[in-house]
T-cell receptor, first 119, second 112 residues
Framework: GAVVSQHPSWVICKSGTSVKIECRSLDFQATTMFWYRQFPKQSLMLMATSNEGSKATYEQGVEKDKFLINHASLTLSTLTVTSAHPEDSSFYIC???????????????FGPGTRLTVL | SQELEQSPQSLIVQEGKNLTINCTSSKTLYGLYWYKQKYGEGLIFLMMLQKGGEEKSHEKITAKLDEKKQQSSLHITASQPSHAGIYLCGARRGNQGGKLIFGQGTELSVKP
């Protein structure tokens, strides 16, 4: 299947610092990528939709100035958590829309996730 | 209540037994996706269903989308420990840029 990578897989940072998470589609081009957040034992919560070459669309309640999203190319989207605080600690997962023939371009393939811990 | 309800929330079965997980939507489904997740890891794509009545199988896992397109079931035959994990259904709603709404997940444990 189509492969999506995330980097880093885990990160620990001090309160007040910024953290950048990368999401890459390795073997296909993705015009749309999505960023999710997941709390322990809970489902995924969509944060924003990232479109290549345009501004991201944020879900209601998600601070766009805190969670900066850049989709510079068809294979890379980045999420920057600015001035991180302990309540931002979470599991962040990206997905890329598109992929292999036969499954259509509407399938979302997910990265392995990034665990962020803010001290 | 959730827009997408999964049942049961958790399930423990003996190895070799069959099981079914349901996903019910309060709205018409334009695409229904099944994923599997190991705790602390990403989601693995299993299957996508779009047409009412559609049924797909992959190894011992079969997923169906009902005719009225508001419910899907995932059936595992002769379960194995490797099937353990969290199963999530995701729904695509009309023209919303492809974004998915997820159910709360079903945690499956398979006892050897």
């Amino acid at each position: 299947g189509a492969v999506v990578s995330q980097h880093p897989s885990w990160v620990i940072c001090k309160s007040g610092t910024s953290v950048k998470i990368e999401c890459r589609s390795l073997d296909f081009q993705a015009t749309t990528m999505f960023w999710y957040r997941q709390f322990p034992k809970q489902s995924l919560m969509l944060m924003a939709t990232s479109n290549e070459g345009s501004k991201a669309t944020y879900e209601q309640g998600v601070e766009k100035d805190k969670f900066l999203i850049n989709h510079a190319s068809l294979t890379l989207s980045t999420l920057t958590v600015t001035s991180a605080h302990p309540e931002d600690s979470s599991f962040y997962i990206c997905s890329a829309r598109g992929g292999l023939a036969g499954e259509g371009t509407d399938t979302q393939y997910f990265g392995p996730g990034t665990r962020l811990t803010v001290l | 209540s959730q827009e997408l309800e999964q049942s049961p929330q958790s399930l423990i079965v003996q190895e070799g037994k069959n099981l079914t997980i349901n996903c019910t939507s309060s709205k018409t489904l334009y695409g229904l996706y099944w994923y599997k997740q190991k705790y602390g890891e990403g989601l693995i794509f299993l299957m996508m269903l779009q047409k009412g009545g559609e049924e797909k199988s992959h190894e011992k896992i079969t997923a169906k989308l009902d005719e009225k397109k508001q419910q899907s079931s995932l059936h595992i035959t002769a379960s194995q420990p490797s099937h353990a994990g969290i199963y999530l259904c995701g729904a695509r709603r009309g023209n919303q840029g492809g974004k998915l709404i997820f159910g709360q997940g079903t945690e499956l444990s398979v006892k050897p």
